[in-house]
């Protein structure tokens, strides 16, 4: 099992960068699928991004604008967002589960392992 602890978020103009990283404990990190879920006010968690081994996934809202990546050796998973919009606000929370295939799946109910969260602020 591991433990999470995110990191980064605060308050962006849109079209500005923020940098999430997720620090994970344990020594068989490199095993899990980590993906990054958000939750703005009064709408559901929905997938942004997650990883697989060094293959990475996308909801299409984020396409093009965030890149997820991992670096085993520091335990830690990476969330760049650039061209940050008003959309894009809410806590963002990574998460963990055991890698059983290729794809990191969007069910936010697949994953058992969940970091605190941190808050993102886009603003115009």
């Known amino acids: 099992q591991v433990q999470l602890v995110e990191s980064g978020g605060g308050s962006v103009q849109a079209g500005g960068s923020l940098r999430l990283s997720c620090a994970a404990s344990?020594?068989?990190?490199?095993?899990?699928?980590i993906s990054w879920f958000r939750q703005a006010p009064e709408k559901e968690r929905e997938f942004v991004a997650g990883i697989v081994w060094s293959k990475s996934s996308y909801a299409d809202s984020v396409k093009g604008r965030f890149t997820i990546s991992r670096d085993n050796a520091k335990n830690t998973v990476y969330l760049q967002m650039n061209s940050l919009q008003l959309e894009d606000t809410g806590v963002y929370s990574c998460?963990?589960?055991?890698?059983?295939?290729?794809?990191?799946?969007?069910?936010?109910?697949?994953?058992?392992?969940w970091g605190q969260g941190t808050q993102v602020i886009v603003s115009s």
């Open positions: 344990g020594r068989t990190f490199s095993v899990y699928t």
């Open positions: 998460a963990a589960r055991p890698t059983t295939g290729w794809d990191a799946p969007t069910a936010f109910e697949r994953y058992d392992t």
